[in-house]
């Protein structure tokens, strides 16, 4: 069908079907178009947020007033607010993300709402991503980029542009989740000598193949070559990497977040790279998410931010599109959600 011309909601499917009327679903964004032709085939009534950027939160009330079922993504914050406009008929959130924090899920729970993400899908790109962000960083890839462009390369030097090896070091994994996982086991055959971690495994095996240490947090901070954070965020997670954690740090190390961005004191970190308390560090998250562009973090050559594309990649997104219509339907229909979360 042919879209507005300006953002707004989608009258899809509205029509009524005979004397049943079928329930209603509302959609907080454009969705990949595997999902969105999943979406389109079903026997629902439709109501989407017919944009690329995130839906006002105005227009968030009034879409999900009356709703069944939303599908909604990790730039919109579902709280009481939102869970009061909906009424007592919403069965279903199933959220377009791994992570679940932007979800109020006291209030979620309290109202028997199911909740479906995308738990186990987004694990290897992530995971690869968090490794082309620690090998960026760690090799000053942009800076060596920068200086190719800017006439900088002169000659060859010695130690002109030198970084860091993973060959022999210490690898550090806050969060040895299916993605801190992941990550590990990518980089192994790098060399890494030695892995720490921090949280509880879900694959014990694993992590003796990885002959991995469970540590203390001051314990990953103090011995660890490259940080690599990948732990969800909690009220016990939110600001963990903070100035005593980063003066724990070897002046040589490198820090990577592709978690949360509040799980990092952002001036905490921006000290410690100003000050060269720690090398180097790769961020894939920030707070807030666009980083301002006037950010103090965006002005140090030793700091590597990307807009949050751990997921990114054509196959991921379209399959994590088709799982999240596929929680919302199931959910409906009372079965099993493929992507259903305990609360």
Not at 19 to 27: A, D, E, G, H, S
Not at 194 to 204: D, K, S
Request: glycine fraction near 10%.
């Amino acid at each position: 069908p042919t879209r507005p011309q300006s953002p707004g909601v989608s009258m899809k499917n509205q029509a009524m079907d005979g004397p049943k009327q079928r329930m209603k679903v509302f959609v907080t964004r454009r969705l990949p178009p595997e999902g969105q032709k999943l979406l389109s085939k079903s026997d629902l009534d439709v109501q989407q947020w017919d944009s690329d950027d995130v839906i006002p939160k105005e227009e968030l009330l009034k879409g999900i007033e009356g709703a069944d079922g939303l599908l909604c993504l990790l730039t919109d914050t579902i709280d009481k607010e939102v869970v009061d406009a909906a009424g007592p008929k919403l069965k279903v959130i199933s959220t377009l993300s791994v992570g679940f924090d932007h979800l109020a899920l006291d209030e979620i729970k309290q109202r028997g709402i199911k909740v479906g993400s995308m738990q186990h899908l987004s694990t290897d790109v992530t995971a690869e991503l968090a490794v082309t962000l620690l090998l960026t960083t760690c090799r000053r890839v942009p800076e060596a980029m920068e200086e190719v462009r800017n006439g900088g390369w002169k000659t060859w030097s010695p130690m002109w542009l030198c970084g860091y090896g993973l060959s022999d070091s210490t690898v550090g994994v806050m969060g040895l989740g299916r993605i801190g996982l992941g990550i590990a086991q990518r980089l192994k055959p790098f060399g890494v000598k030695r892995f720490l971690y921090t949280g509880i495994p879900p694959c014990l095996k694993s992590v003796e193949e990885l002959k991995a240490e469970l540590v203390s947090t001051e314990k990953l901070a103090e011995e660890s070559d490259f940080v690599l954070v990948s732990c969800p965020l909690t009220p016990e997670t939110a600001g963990l990497c903070n100035k005593d954690f980063f003066q724990r740090m070897k002046k040589t190390a490198v820090f990577i977040n592709t978690s949360r961005g509040p799980v990092v004191n952002q001036e905490d970190l921006y000290q410690a790279l100003v000050t060269g308390q720690i090398a180097a560090a790769g961020l894939d998250v920030t707070t807030p998410e666009p980083i301002p562009t006037d950010h103090p973090l965006l002005t140090l050559k030793n700091c590597v931010i990307l807009p949050h594309i751990g997921s990114a990649t054509h196959g991921a997104r379209n399959a994590m599109s088709v799982l999240a219509v596929n929680n919302l339907l199931k959910g409906l229909a009372g079965e099993v959600m493929p992507g259903g979360i305990e609360l």
